[in-house]
């Protein structure tokens, strides 16, 4: 059945998830790697420390998955195992404060997104963080936008990732590096 786990020190390491499932990290660092998430998923981080996703061995995420930082303390790290994962989902970000959400920032790290979904800013927000989407692939040709309307966002796109549909991108701040639009 459905899952919902929150905890100070909450690890979760080559589980599988066929229902729903909200995980919630309210204290120190952690690492989490090797999971599959079957149903509709909600990862969130808060308090001290960041949160590594995908490593040391990534995740599958067959369902929408939505990543909320909770705070500004620290990131929330997407595939940082330098491997591939598959995005079969929607993915939606929300960051309430400083701090943002960075996908396949390690070496070798990279994501595809399935034909048919997208990557949107969810229903949170995202305030004054930054979003880094790095050696991220779209296959389909579904509109993309991020409109961040708080002050202090930075959207980073880089390391050949490639966008196959029309984007509309609007940020305080805008890098755009070794990337392809078709």
């Not at 020190?9 to 998430?37: P, Y």
């Not at 998923?41 to 995420?61: C, H, M, V, W």
């Not at 040709?141 to 991108?169: C, K, M, Y």
């Amino acid at each position: 059945g459905p899952v919902h786990f929150k905890a100070d020190s909450l690890t979760v390491n080559n589980t599988t998830f066929n229902n729903s499932a909200i995980l919630e990290k309210t204290g120190d660092q952690k690492n989490w790697g090797g999971n599959t998430f079957n149903g509709v998923t909600t990862i969130a981080r808060g308090g001290a420390g960041f949160l590594f996703l995908g490593y040391p061995s990534p995740d599958t995420y067959n369902n929408d998955v939505t990543f909320t930082n909770l705070d500004g303390d620290n990131h929330i790290y997407v595939n940082q195992g330098g491997a591939h994962t598959d995005f079969k989902g929607n993915i939606f970000v929300n960051a309430i404060g400083i701090r943002g959400i960075f996908f396949n920032l390690s070496t070798g790290s990279s994501s595809t997104l399935a034909v048919g979904k997208t990557i949107s800013v969810g229903t949170l927000g995202y305030a004054q963080a930054g979003l880094v989407l790095n050696s991220f692939t779209q296959l389909g040709a579904e509109p993309l936008e991020f409109l961040f309307t708080g002050i202090n966002q930075a959207l980073v796109i880089d390391g050949n990732s490639v966008f196959n549909g029309p984007v509309h991108f609007k940020a305080d701040s805008l890098t755009v590096n070794n990337t392809t639009f078709n």
